[in-house]
């Protein structure tokens, strides 16, 4: 019995001096890749995005790629770990097919989204900062992911579109072009001269600062409404000041109404008593 045990301690002991120096290689090698990740991922994206700088390609889609790249630093370090474990990778690769489809018939949606990004990306329909309609929201572009797109709405909202449903969907591109056309219609009573009404709109907008002047400005009356006649009003402005002019043109005209005795109708019912 004690000679059995001494003989499976000496081969214990021959097995763990041959196999020391193969752990502690793999050890050296596990430690060497777990210290050089955040240097060479740091370095990776250093030079891709100067790399990118270069051919001034759209922000969005900067960080779609720099998401790609992301995931390939992460799977080439998991395969050097798995390959220097000893693990086959044809075993491993076995298994992550076979992970995959299972995954791929599961999240048939997010692939639906994965593919309705790059759609987007490649197609190019609206970048960062743009104002988009589109899928019953709206707001400014913040960024694109893989599965979805992030908007800030005007009152600062978050809101997340899936790129599948966003890539069928109908886009309203309200940022695309620096210039954009702001029409306001006004209503005043029948008995308002049509001339006069004209005159006033036409100056207003005229005098305006932020109203483009070398555009055209259209004021016209429009329609003969049930109490009322409606005339519309159509200039242009930059983008970014689309709502300043909106809302002063508002302003302006209903305080000028009130000076020059224009009345803007309002429904009302006349009682006759007999």
């Given at each position: 019995?004690?000679?059995?045990?001494?003989?499976?301690?000496?081969?214990?002991?021959?097995?763990?001096?041959?196999?020391?120096?193969?752990?502690?290689?793999?050890?050296?090698?596990?430690?060497?890749?777990?210290?050089?990740y955040?240097?060479?991922?740091?370095?990776?994206?250093?030079?891709?995005?100067?790399?990118?700088?270069?051919?001034?390609?759209?922000?969005?889609?900067?960080?779609?790629?720099?998401?790609?790249?992301?995931?390939?630093?992460?799977?080439?370090?998991?395969?050097?770990?798995?390959?220097?474990?000893?693990?086959?990778?044809?075993s491993?690769?076995?298994?992550?097919?076979?992970?995959?489809?299972?995954?791929?018939?599961?999240?048939k949606?997010?692939?639906?989204?994965?593919?309705?990004?790059?759609?987007?990306?490649?197609?190019?329909?609206?970048?960062?900062?743009?104002?988009?309609?589109?899928?019953?929201?709206?707001?400014?572009?913040?960024?694109?992911?893989?599965?979805?797109?992030?908007?800030?709405?005007?009152d600062?909202?978050?809101?997340?579109?899936?790129?599948?449903?966003?890539?069928?969907?109908?886009?309203?591109?309200?940022?695309?072009?620096?210039?954009?056309?702001v029409?306001?219609?006004?209503?005043?009573s029948?008995?308002?001269?049509?001339?006069?009404?004209?005159?006033?709109?036409?100056?207003?907008?005229?005098?305006?600062?932020?109203?483009?002047?070398?555009?055209?400005?259209?004021?016209?009356?429009?329609?003969?409404?049930?109490?009322?006649l409606?005339?519309?009003m159509?200039?242009?402005?930059?983008?970014?000041?689309?709502?300043?002019?909106?809302?002063?043109?508002?302003?302006?005209?209903?305080?000028?109404?009130?000076q020059?005795?224009?009345?803007?109708?309002y429904?009302?019912?006349?009682?006759?008593?007999?």
């Amino acid at each position: 019995m004690e000679h059995a045990i001494s003989t499976f301690l000496n081969e214990l002991l021959t097995a763990l001096a041959k196999a020391t120096p193969i752990i502690l290689k793999k050890l050296v090698l596990l430690g060497i890749l777990w210290a050089t990740y955040k240097p060479f991922k740091n370095f990776c994206f250093r030079a891709f995005r100067k790399f990118l700088s270069l051919k001034k390609l759209d922000e969005l889609l900067v960080h779609f790629l720099e998401s790609l790249l992301n995931i390939a630093i992460i799977m080439f370090y998991i395969l050097d770990v798995i390959q220097i474990i000893g693990i086959e990778m044809t075993s491993v690769l076995a298994l992550l097919g076979s992970i995959g489809i299972g995954v791929g018939l599961a999240l048939k949606g997010s692939l639906s989204d994965l593919a309705g990004g790059m759609q987007i990306l490649a197609s190019r329909y609206f970048t960062k900062g743009d104002y988009i309609v589109t899928c019953g929201v709206e707001g400014i572009v913040q960024r694109i992911t893989f599965l979805y797109t992030v908007l800030h709405t005007v009152d600062n909202k978050f809101v997340v579109v899936p790129n599948g449903k966003l890539s069928g969907e109908v886009i309203i591109n309200a940022g695309a072009n620096l210039e954009r056309r702001v029409d306001s219609v006004f209503s005043v009573s029948y008995d308002t001269s049509i001339d006069k009404v004209k005159e006033i709109l036409r100056e207003i907008a005229e005098n305006h600062p932020l109203v483009l002047k070398d555009k055209d400005i259209f004021v016209r009356l429009s329609k003969h409404n049930a109490s009322s006649l409606d005339f519309t009003m159509r200039v242009w402005a930059k983008k970014d000041h689309y709502w300043d002019v909106f809302f002063d043109l508002q302003e302006t005209v209903k305080k000028r109404f009130d000076q020059e005795g224009i009345e803007i109708p309002y429904n009302k019912i006349d009682v006759y008593q007999k």
